[in-house]
């Protein structure tokens, strides 16, 4: 059997793990929006038009923070449409998406649904497109000014007397993307985010600020883009965004399934960036990371279907996610929790319907799909300190990773907790591992994704992907550690509790 060895020391620290690492986001985009978390007359809905049921599947999540409201869509989007009287506000062809937006749910609707999800904070963006730095200014003014001016005033008049004192916003989104309304050159760019940043801040100091990275590492002007965006921004923005998605257009399990290894390097990479231009400006500053996009997402493009444009949540890339795709998604996790050190916010891309780990019926029910579990066990249990676990496993090459892992492990501590997230890619083998600790730990809990087709797919009639629970007597404490063996192709969690140290 092939064996991998794991050495585990508290000592080891990567870093505290921030807890936003297990954002979400929802875009006005698809059927995120409507018909998705805000259903007027659905059976569940509550008297603001939330879905109850969807909530309920959202809350065990644990999301910390959700960025709203795009993406694309806020290149364009006019945030005075979405707020006020319901029946005021107008329907816009938006381009983004090609869809209709009837502006039923905005910024004070979003924070009413965050309210109803419970401790959940926004990260709000502000467009940066077709909108100006004042545009951004006048969002802050409306959403943390106390009261006293004009749109801290009409905040108030549309029935929201507290601030919402929104500390997280994003300065537009993919800037870069020659699909953005309104893309601009990174110095374009780079100037206007600075302006709105200086702007958004002297409203309200308290702020954080992220600044678009480029749209994916494979973008031709990756690199310079964050450079120069940075030579404008350094003194004035906390985050630079990073996205990406991956896909397996042509079937390569091992491939698709090595991934997590490329956005391990982009962290880096940009990691990297950030301290260069720290040097350069000579800052006592840290620039951290926020990767405020990051998913799987291929199988909507790969089945060619076009919805009619122009009409009101227009249902596209409501991918149908698989097995392979919930052990991926358990990878990128792990590889977030190993860059804990450098990126403090992520976010999952999407929440609700488009890409996302929830789907919804129009009039019918609410489930989760494959890649709801392995974010669901992540973020319930992989709060703590991430410590740096050094593997020595076998290894493969293949289309996307020249030297891929074959075991992922990340681990983290919490008091006397030792939790574990392992994935074994290896499609045909189980692998031996042996967890060297520094002490003696006993199992508490083993929870597996396993023994599934990687086609396997959840539907609202029936779920092939269900994590199971493995006994605990499966994994061996010694006085030092732990072993266990990992099936083919699975996602584990294994949570252990110090008894003594060796
Ligand atoms: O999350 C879907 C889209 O992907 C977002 O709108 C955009 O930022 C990215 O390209």
Same mark, same amino acid.
């Given at each position: 059997? =092939?064996?991998?060895?794991?050495?585990?020391?508290?000592?080891?620290?990567?870093?505290?793990?921030?807890?936003?690492?297990?954002?979400?986001?929802?875009?006005?985009?698809?059927?995120?929006?409507?018909?998705?978390?805000?259903?007027?007359?659905?059976?569940?809905?509550?008297?603001?038009?939330?879905?109850?049921?969807?909530?309920?599947?959202?809350?065990?999540?644990?999301?910390?923070?959700?960025?709203?409201?795009?993406?694309?869509?806020?290149?364009?989007?006019?945030?005075?449409?979405?707020?006020?009287?319901?029946?005021?506000?107008?329907?816009?062809?938006? =381009?983004?998406?090609?869809?209709?937006?009837?502006?039923?749910?905005?910024?004070?609707?979003?924070?009413?649904?965050?309210?109803?999800?419970?401790?959940?904070?926004?990260?709000?963006?502000?467009?940066?497109?077709?909108?100006?730095?004042?545009?951004?200014?006048?969002?802050?003014?409306?959403?943390?000014?106390?009261?006293?001016?004009?749109?801290?005033?009409?905040?108030?008049?549309?029935?929201?007397?507290?601030?919402?004192?929104?500390?997280?916003?994003?300065?537009?989104?993919?800037?870069?993307?020659?699909?953005?309304?309104?893309?601009?050159?990174?110095?374009?760019?780079?100037?206007?985010?600075?302006?709105?940043?200086?702007?958004?801040?002297?409203?309200?100091?308290?702020?954080?600020?992220?600044?678009?990275?480029?749209?994916?590492?494979?973008?031709?002007?990756?690199?310079?883009?964050?450079?120069?965006?940075?030579?404008?921004?350094?003194?004035?923005?906390?985050?630079?965004?990073?996205?990406?998605?991956?896909?397996?257009?042509?079937?390569?399990?091992?491939?698709?399934?090595?991934?997590?290894?490329?956005?391990?390097?982009?962290?880096?990479?940009?990691?990297?960036?950030?301290?260069?231009?720290?040097?350069?400006?000579?800052?006592?500053?840290?620039?951290?990371?926020?990767?405020?996009?990051?998913?799987?997402?291929?199988?909507?493009?790969?089945?060619?279907?076009?919805?009619?444009?122009?009409?009101?949540?227009?249902?596209?890339?409501?991918?149908?996610?698989?097995?392979?795709?919930?052990? =991926?998604?358990?990878?990128?996790?792990?590889?977030?929790?190993?860059?804990?050190?450098?990126?403090?916010?992520?976010?999952?891309?999407?929440?609700?319907?488009?890409?996302?780990?929830?789907?919804?019926?129009?009039?019918?029910?609410?489930?989760?799909?494959?890649?709801?579990?392995?974010?669901?066990?992540?973020?319930?249990?992989?709060?703590?300190?991430?410590?740096?676990?050094?593997?020595?496993?076998?290894?493969?090459?293949?289309?996307?990773?020249?030297?891929?892992?074959?075991?992922?492990?990340?681990?983290?501590?919490?008091?006397?907790?030792?939790?574990?997230?392992?994935?074994?890619?290896?499609?045909?083998?189980?692998?031996?591992?042996?967890?060297?600790?520094?002490?003696?730990?006993?199992?508490?809990?083993?929870?597996?994704?396993?023994?599934?087709?990687?086609?396997?797919?959840?539907?609202?009639?029936?779920?092939?992907?269900?994590?199971?629970?493995?006994?605990?007597?499966?994994?061996?404490?010694?006085?030092?550690?732990?072993?266990?063996?990992?099936?083919?192709?699975?996602?584990?969690?294994?949570?252990?509790?110090?008894?003594?140290?060796?």
């Amino acid at each position: 059997m =092939l064996t991998a060895q794991l050495t585990i020391s508290s000592e080891n620290v990567i870093s505290p793990v921030d807890p936003r690492l297990y954002g979400s986001f929802i875009e006005h985009m698809g059927r995120a929006v409507y018909t998705g978390i805000y259903e007027p007359g659905h059976p569940s809905a509550d008297a603001n038009g939330f879905r109850k049921d969807v909530a309920e599947l959202i809350r065990p999540l644990n999301v910390p923070l959700i960025r709203y409201p795009g993406g694309n869509f806020v290149s364009g989007y006019r945030w005075e449409d979405g707020v006020g009287p319901k029946e005021a506000r107008p329907v816009r062809a938006e =381009l983004a998406w090609q869809a209709l937006e009837p502006n039923q749910i905005g910024t004070n609707e979003f924070m009413d649904f965050l309210a109803l999800l419970g401790d959940t904070q926004p990260m709000l963006a502000v467009n940066l497109g077709t909108g100006s730095p004042q545009d951004a200014a006048n969002l802050v003014e409306y959403c943390n000014f106390p009261a006293g001016t004009y749109y801290s005033d009409l905040r108030i008049a549309h029935g929201y007397k507290a601030p919402h004192d929104i500390k997280l916003w994003c300065l537009g989104n993919e800037m870069d993307g020659p699909w953005q309304i309104c893309a601009k050159t990174a110095e374009e760019y780079g100037r206007a985010a600075c302006e709105a940043a200086k702007m958004m801040k002297w409203l309200d100091p308290g702020i954080e600020l992220v600044a678009c990275g480029s749209s994916y590492r494979e973008m031709p002007t990756f690199g310079e883009w964050e450079r120069t965006v940075l030579r404008h921004t350094y003194e004035h923005v906390d985050y630079l965004s990073l996205h990406t998605y991956y896909t397996n257009d042509d079937g390569d399990i091992a491939a698709f399934l090595a991934n997590n290894a490329r956005m391990d390097a982009f962290i880096k990479e940009v990691g990297a960036i950030c301290g260069e231009i720290k040097a350069e400006k000579g800052s006592s500053k840290d620039i951290k990371l926020s990767f405020d996009e990051w998913n799987v997402w291929y199988h909507f493009k790969k089945s060619g279907a076009e919805p009619p444009k122009w009409t009101v949540a227009r249902p596209i890339e409501e991918e149908l996610y698989d097995f392979a795709d919930a052990l =991926l998604v358990g990878s990128m996790l792990i590889t977030l929790l190993n860059n804990a050190d450098r990126v403090k916010i992520a976010c999952l891309a999407q929440l609700v319907n488009t890409l996302a780990p929830i789907m919804t019926e129009p009039g019918g029910p609410a489930w989760v799909q494959t890649t709801y579990f392995p974010f669901l066990y992540t973020s319930i249990n992989g709060r703590g300190t991430a410590l740096a676990v050094e593997a020595d496993a076998p290894r493969y090459t293949c289309a996307t990773v020249k030297d891929a892992s074959y075991i992922d492990c990340a681990a983290v501590q919490n008091g006397d907790a030792l939790t574990l997230f392992l994935v074994n890619k290896h499609l045909e083998e189980d692998i031996r591992c042996e967890a060297a600790l520094g002490g003696a730990y006993e199992v508490l809990e083993w929870v597996a994704l396993q023994d599934s087709e990687f086609g396997g797919v959840n539907t609202k009639d029936e779920a092939k992907v269900r994590p199971i629970v493995r006994p605990r007597e499966d994994a061996e404490a010694s006085a030092s550690g732990v072993s266990f063996t990992l099936k083919k192709a699975s996602w584990n969690m294994i949570k252990l509790r110090l008894r003594s140290k060796a």
